[in-house]
């Protein structure tokens, strides 16, 4: 059975960065194909990517969040970890982290809620 | 502004078929598989349809999933209450990676 959990702060302060770490299990981040994704969505919007993580240490970022994104995994602790700097109440949402194949997310956390505010 | 197109609303009655529609571009629905994900409210999403047309299992075979093109669309048959969600097309583009839809909410009427 394939768990996923997110944790991090549920408040942080405008300017400050959000580390938020997926605890997972169930499967092997060194498995051919698999990759975490970083997925969120902001109250009442769609779901939008921010960061994937693959098994062969290829990363991919949202375009529009690169510069502020980190993604890193601990193959050994089977966790990934997500930091975005310079937060903003924009990005308040409920941050998800999921695996699968590739693109295909097949297994979701229950998501982590995140506000931004001062 | 989404990369990929969905109505923002469909609706049906129990028994019903509805489709929803997802629209992209040459750069990711036209190059690459298309994923379906159902969210009910306030759960996380899970993945109903994987390259285009294909069911995880447990899923019902009432849901399917066709592409053609740069387009993609989701049906469900048998329209049942438990159905009412919001439904989320998602696929992978050359230049701005994973990419989802605005969304469809689906109201059983």
């Known amino acids: 059975q394939i768990t996923l959990k997110e944790s991090g702060p549920t408040l942080v302060k405008p300017t400050q960065t959000l580390t938020l770490t997926c605890t997972f299990s169930g499967f092997s981040l060194t498995t051919s194909g698999v990759g975490v994704a970083w997925i969120r969505q902001p109250p009442g919007k769609a779901l939008e990517c921010l960061a994937l993580?693959?098994?062969?240490?290829?990363?991919r970022y949202n375009p529009s969040l690169k510069s502020r994104l980190t993604i890193t995994k601990d193959t050994s602790e089977n966790q990934v970890v997500l930091t975005m700097r310079n937060m903003d109440p924009v990005d308040t949402g409920t941050y998800y982290c999921?695996?699968?194949?590739?693109?295909?997310?097949?297994?979701w956390g229950q998501g982590t809620l995140v506000t931004v505010s001062s | 502004q989404s990369v990929l197109t969905q109505p923002p609303s469909a609706s049906g009655t129990p028994g019903q078929r509805v489709a929803i529609s997802c629209s992209g571009s040459s750069s990711n629905i036209g190059s690459y598989p298309v994923n379906w994900y159902q969210q009910l409210p306030g759960t996380a999403p899970k993945l109903l349809i994987y390259s285009n047309d294909q069911r995880p299992s447990g899923v019902p075979d009432r849901f399917s999933g066709s592409k053609s093109g740069t387009s993609a669309s989701l049906a469900i048959s048998g329209l049942q209450p438990e159905d009412e969600a919001e439904y989320y097309c998602a696929g992978w583009d050359d230049s701005l990676n994973g990419v989802f839809g605005g969304g469809t909410k689906l109201t059983v009427l």
């Open positions: 993580i693959y098994w062969d240490d290829d990363i």
């Open positions: 999921a695996s699968g194949k590739y693109w295909e997310l097949q297994s």
